[in-house]
């Protein structure tokens, strides 16, 4: 692996070199000026998948409700529709970018249906056992939500280990999410990265 510190921010963007620093804890982020950085918090937010919780109101919407969930099979425009707010992180420089990572088979994604429609999901990065969350869009109410409750399913079902959201939010705060040094994020990376599942 080329030092990374080398490169040109251009060539951070190449696959192998976009799956190498996310694997080191680093993820990427377009600026207000649609500049690309990579950040590594000293705080990181986790959903404990062995330990997450549902809300017992989202619990009985899914139960009734007429969402049908995919997943991998709309992954890129997921990513497009993430990106379509009034301040965004998401250039299409890096939708570009991640379109070599889903070549590499590590870009995936959930869909919310709803009578044939992308109505929501979210879409991260696997490195052998962690999936690293990047964002999420939801057209109608619950559907996020709901598309994260599928993914934690899906994740707990094929053997992940780690659920990187990034950030702390009220959002993810229902669903289990705590804050944990980089220390100890390091170390929970260590053990997902004895793991190989596959996401779909």
């Not at 919780?53 to 969402?67: E, G, M, N, Q, V």
């Amino acid at each position: 692996m080329t030092d990374v510190n080398s490169l040109s921010k251009k060539d951070l963007l190449k696959p192998e070199n976009m799956i190498f620093l996310y694997s080191q804890g680093a993820f990427p982020m377009a600026d207000e000026r649609g500049e690309i950085n990579w950040y590594m918090p000293e705080i990181r937010t986790v959903i404990p998948l062995t330990q997450f919780k549902i809300p017992r109101s989202l619990k009985k919407f899914l139960s009734a409700t007429s969402f049908e969930f995919s997943y991998d099979a709309e992954t890129i425009r997921v990513v497009e529709e993430c990106s379509k707010r009034e301040s965004t992180w998401i250039t299409g420089e890096l939708i570009e970018a991640y379109k070599g990572l889903k070549l590499m088979g590590h870009l995936h994604s959930v869909e919310v249906m709803q009578s044939g429609k992308l109505v929501g999901g979210l879409y991260g990065v696997t490195y052998k056992g962690a999936f690293f969350g990047e964002s999420m869009f939801s057209k109608v109410s619950q559907a996020s939500k709901c598309a994260l409750v599928k993914l934690i399913e899906r994740l707990n079902d094929k053997g992940y280990v780690v659920l990187d959201v990034q950030y702390q939010t009220e959002h993810l705060r229902m669903f289990g999410a705590v804050e944990i040094s980089f220390q100890k994020y390091k170390h929970l990376l260590e053990n997902a990265y004895k793991k190989e599942p596959v996401f779909s």
